[in-house]
C-alpha cells in the first residue's frame, strides 16, 4: 500500500513539470512566431529598401547612357559646327579666288587667269564654280593664242560637263581652235552637229557665218 502511494505521488510530481513545460512551450512558440513576424517585417522593409535602390540603380543607369549621348551629341554637334566653319572659310577663299581670275581674263590678263583658273581647279575640283572655272580657263588659252591647250581643256570641259549652260559656246569656241590648229574637217563637223542640236541657241547664228567662212576657204 505504501509502494502504491509512493508511485502515485511519483507520477504527481512527474506530472507537473509536463504540465509546467506544457506551458512553457505555449510561451515559446509565441515568442518564437512575435520573432518571426518581426523577421518578416524587417524581411519586407529590406525588400522594399533593395527595390528602391535598384530603381535608382536602374534610374542612375539610364541618366548615365543619356549623359553619354548627350556627351557624344555634343562632341558630333562640335564636330559638325567645325566642319561647316572651315567649309564657309573654303568658300569665301575659292569664291574670292574665282572672282580674282575672273577679273584677270575680262581685263585681258589671259597668264594671270591661267594662273588663277588652274590653282583654283587644284584646290576646290568640287566646289560650285568648277566647272565655270574650267570653262573659263580653256577661254584663257583660246584667248592667249594657246590653241593645244585649249583644245585639251574645252574637250575635258565638254566630256565632264555636258549639261552645263556654256556648252553649246564650248563646241563654237573648240570649232574656232580646230580651225586655228588647221584642222578643218574637225571644225567643220563640229559647227555642223552643233547647229543641229542647238539650231536656237544664240551661238548658233556665230557657228553658221564661220561654217561658211571655213567651207569656202
Known amino acids: 500500500m505504501k509502494f502504491f502511494a509512493f508511485i502515485m505521488i511519483g507520477l504527481f510530481a512527474l506530472q507537473t513539470p509536463i504540465n509546467a513545460a506544457g506551458i512553457n512551450v505555449e510561451k515559446v512558440v509565441m515568442d518564437h512566431n512575435k520573432k518571426i513576424k518581426k523577421l518578416k517585417k524587417k524581411n519586407n522593409e529590406l525588400s522594399g529598401k533593395i527595390e528602391v535602390l535598384e530603381e535608382q540603380q536602374k534610374n542612375s543607369a539610364k541618366r548615365i547612357e543619356e549623359l553619354f549621348h548627350l556627351m557624344e551629341y555634343k562632341k558630333s554637334s562640335n564636330v559638325v559646327k567645325e566642319t561647316m566653319l572651315r567649309v564657309r572659310e573654303n568658300n569665301k577663299k575659292a569664291k574670292k579666288a574665282y572672282t580674282t581670275a575672273r577679273s584677270f581674263l575680262v581685263t585681258d590678263q589671259y597668264p594671270q587667269a591661267i594662273k588663277l583658273f588652274t590653282e583654283y581647279l587644284d584646290l576646290y575640283p568640287d566646289s560650285n564654280n568648277a566647272p565655270d572655272a574650267h570653262y573659263w580657263l580653256a ?3 583660246l584667248a592667249k593664242e594657246d590653241y593645244q591647250n585649249a583644245k585639251k581643256t574645252f574637250i575635258t570641259f565638254q566630256q565632264e560637263n555636258p549639261i552645263h549652260h556654256k556648252f553649246a559656246n564650248s563646241l563654237l569656241e573648240l570649232s574656232i581652235v580646230h580651225a586655228e590648229l588647221g584642222e578643218k574637217n574637225q571644225a567643220v563637223t563640229l559647227l555642223q552637229s552643233m547647229i543641229k542640236k542647238f539650231p536656237n ?12 567662212f571655213i567651207i569656202s576657204r
Do not use: E, F
Open 139 to 141: 577661254k584663257s588659252y
Open 201 to 212: 541657241h544664240n551661238s548658233s547664228i556665230k557657228a553658221r557665218k564661220l561654217l561658211r
